[in-house]
Nanobody, 111 residues
Framework: QVQLVESGGGLVQPGGSLRLSCAAS????????MAWYRQAPGKQRELVAI???????TYAPSVKGRFTISRDNAKNTVYLQMSSLKPEDTAVYYC?????WGRGTQVTVSS
């Protein structure tokens, strides 16, 4: 069973940046789309960004122009570079591959 492990979360001030990483333990990583989701307290989990096996990318309107998703198939890793962070970006961020989810990493944007 493939496992996904996120890292890189933390506390950052508004306007700051963070880079999240998600490493897959095994499998044909390059064959699948990878996605980042987030869930804020009291809200439903929402899609942040997705990158297909061919490199096509889609962003949620709320993060477009501020976040960048990328993947390194040689390292079985997907990244989420987050810039110009806002308090409303505060959430637990989850990595997703098909029906597999990571445990999440907390991102808190606060002064």
């Amino acid at each position: 069973q493939v496992q996904l492990v996120e890292s890189g979360g933390g506390l950052v001030q508004p306007g700051g940046s963070l880079r999240l990483s998600c490493a897959a333990s095994s499998g044909k990583f390059s064959d699948y789309a990878m996605a980042w989701y987030r869930q804020a307290p009291g809200k439903q989990r929402e899609l942040v960004a997705i990158i297909t096996s061919g490199g096509s990318i889609t962003y949620a309107p709320s993060v477009k122009g501020r976040f960048t998703i990328s993947r390194d198939n040689a390292k079985n890793t997907v990244y989420l570079q987050m810039s110009s962070l806002k308090p409303e970006d505060t959430a637990v961020y989850y990595c997703n591959l098909r029906d597999i989810w990571g445990r999440g990493t907390q991102v808190t944007v606060s002064s």
